[in-house]
């Protein structure tokens, strides 16, 4: 994550869209390049020196999922998240099948977009097979599947540790709902219902209740974060 | 009249009639012509045959009795009337007439010996014979030349008549194909333009128009009949999709009002931090759930419309029910109550999971929020004969029976759950996934409770789209 080129290619036509991606990516620390259209973004994506590009679905001249193909064929595997408009069930997996990485449908939460960025330029990163992750003082042990916070064990159901893995391998990281339900129980839509919520809770409680200091975050309208304290 | 006589000429029924008639009179005139030249070449073997015969017998005479005998042979027989319709001559080597009922050797007959056919020279004793006349002639040994032929004038007038038959009934035929073609055309026609008339006038003044029956119970009228019948489905899906709009307009309206009164009351008064946060907050919510109504509602449009069935895969609705369960134990133990999966290990449907995980964890949010309180929900799975069967009960108030239809409709909701968080889109998609599944939704009495179930069909073989779902699996 630190060093190295924290670029990100946003080609998105709507000006004032476009602009809130820059602000809000920018702010995030990112380098932003902007296109507004296909060509232009296609142009830019070749260079290929960017960490993840964001990719308007519809777009004046080459549409989004032609520019994602192009670059494929060429080789360019820079992570492309999909912004679209277009409603989810079918178009996800036709972004997906032309070499997208990851889809979001708008509107969004800025918050989310970030999220996912993020996770898409981490995937370029090297993975360290680690068996023990911590955070604060809590510790989970990939191992036996045990958790302990402050030297104390913490009994969690399977599912349930797999909320707190996913949880802390983005520590610091906004996890939406929806990438929670996809990570951890291979779904693929947005619950209509707060069900995600009520189950993160029951793990909060598990991990954070009667504890000097909360380690799970709630981020409203978006999702969760683990976080220890400054 | 004129409109009708040109629609007629353009139907494809005509053409096809025509192209029928084409091919029938080719055959007709292919039969006939048969007949006239397998009649017409008969007659001439018969002629042949006489001729032949009779060269046989004069030769023999000339052979026997030398050039007299011939000559007495052929005055007996130009004398006999029965033999009447022989033609006999016998000329010397220069041509000139020695005998016979000819007037003279015809110019067209050259050669040694040989058959043909040709007109009776004008005038002489063989006056009668104006037709056409056949023979064969030959040099005799002594350089004499014979001839021996046959009228065969009536052969000629014979095949002329059939001829004529033959083009009065290809005629006739071709009169009446296309009399007949266009008659039935026009009839067809007619019936189109009856659809037609009415396809225009529903165009333009919309759904209350049907297509007249005349009461044959022929095709037409079944045509008829569906398409009213379909017509009838489009004016009541219509209806519904109006009621739809209205409502989406009301709980789009409903938000938006307060989000806009929020804001100008907010832009009205002085800047204060902590305020303006709680109104943005507020906002931000409201608007959260907006979009969470329309993304319900464009994803039921979408699981109507679309065909998913390509990405259908084996899916174990045991599975599905047990991993709800996990995830909704949390909710339904913040309600005190509880929630459990019974039955069957394993109940296979062809499907896709995503949805079917949808629509049993809206079955189960229903059954947690509209249940008793502290109360018990059970998802059951059993795989019957007819396939696999999920459902979910619980011990609530229940769905009055009359109810029972239109809780599946869009943003209809119960009275006794007005004051519950929802949009009435939930059992929405259920049906929608129900339908896209073949499967058969029950609601029973559990007394006390509901006991919604989901009556699935036996899984097809392996289905093709695994590589679809292979795509999207690997792109995740």
Redesign the interface.
Known sequence: MAGGRRRILVIEDDPETGEQLVDSLATSGYEVDLSVNGDDGLARGRSADYAVMTIDRMLPGMDGIAVIRHLREEGIVTPALILSALGEIDDRVRGLRAGGDDYLVKPFAFAELLARVEALARRSATVVKETVLRVGDLELDLVTRTVRRSGRDIELLPREFQVLEYLVRNEGQVVPRAMLLQHVWDLHFDPTTNIIDVYVGRVRRKVDGQQAFPLIHTVRGVGFCVRAPC | MSVLLVKTLRSSTLKLALICIGIFGATVFALFGYVYWSTASYVRSLADQAIAAESEVLRKAHGSGGRSALIAAIGQRTADHRAAGGLYLLADPAYATVAGNLERWPPALKGSAGQDNFTAPEGGPAAAHRGLLRATFETLPDGYHLLVGRDIGDLDAFAGKIAIALAWGISLIFILAGVASVSVTRRTVGRIEAINATSRAIMQSGLGQRIPLRGTRDEWDQLADNLNLMLDRIEALMGEVKQVSDNVAHDLRTPLTRMRGRLEKASGRPREAALDQSVI?DT??DL?GV??MF??L??I???ET?D?TA?FRTVNLAEIAS?VV???D??A??KGGHLDAVGAQRALVTGD???L??AV??LV?NAIKHGREAGRVVVEVAQGDGGAVISVVDDGPGIPQNECQHVLKRFYRLEQSRRTPG?G??LS?VAAVARMHGARIDMLDNAPGLKFRLCFPLPSPPAFGSA?VA??RA??
């Open positions: 907050a931000l919510a959260d979009l969470r993304a319900s464009t994803r449009a979408q699981i679309s998913r990405a991993e996990e995830l909704f949390a909710a133990e913040d999971r995503d949805l995980f949808d964890a809206n949010d949009n889109l939930g998609l679809a795509a999207e792109g995740r």
